[in-house]
């Protein structure tokens, strides 16, 4: 059965969008694309059905990741069930999650970038209001804890 992955920030328009391209990519190259359901939504609603921010989304195509497609929605709460992993950019992402988390619930919410295996690097900071380097920044958390995330699931599923 495929693992499903839900990527969570705050505006859906930065960084989660940037963590769930990152992360189709590193399954396309491995050939797992069949294996993961990945998704990514964030925490406030400012921003529903909204394209990418432009400066993340040339972040992203740097790389050659191609996130334009993605418009963004808000957390709801059947994610907590359609939902194996759901994956916070920083606390306030994690504590607002856990908040809305259904008792019943079997999902597993944790912080991504501790899945990068840097104790010291917490979370992917907000790059709303920094410059091109914040968000380029952004690509290179997501890639690290991604590639560690995968791993992570990898091993879980006993492949
Ligand atoms: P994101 O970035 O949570 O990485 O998508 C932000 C986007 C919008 C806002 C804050 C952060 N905002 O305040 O509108």
Redesign the pocket.
């Known amino acids: 059965m495929a693992v499903r992955v839900l990527f969570v920030?705050?505006?859906?328009?930065?960084?989660?969008?940037t963590a769930e391209g990152v992360f189709r990519a590193l399954i396309r190259e491995a050939g797992l694309e069949d294996e993961y359901v990945v998704d990514s939504a964030?925490t406030?609603s400012?921003?529903i059905g909204q394209s990418p921010?432009a400066r993340?989304a040339a972040a992203c195509s740097r790389h050659g990741i191609d996130i334009s497609a993605h418009r963004a929605r808000q957390v709801r709460a059947e994610d907590f069930e359609n939902f194996d992993w759901i994956l916070a950019?920083d606390e306030e992402n994690l504590a607002d999650l856990n908040r809305m988390k259904p008792a019943a619930s079997r999902a597993r919410t944790a912080l991504l970038m501790p899945f990068a295996g840097n104790p010291a690097d917490r979370v992917v900071p907000?790059?709303?209001y920094g410059g091109a380097a914040d968000f380029e920044s952004?690509v290179h958390r997501a890639q690290h804890a991604c590639r560690g995330l995968l791993a992570a699931l990898q091993k879980a599923r006993g492949v």
Do not use: E, F, K, Q
């Not at 920030?9 to 969008?17: E, T, V």
């Open positions: 920030c705050l505006g859906n328009i930065c960084r989660s969008p964030g406030g400012w921003h921010d993340a950019c907000d790059p709303y952004t």
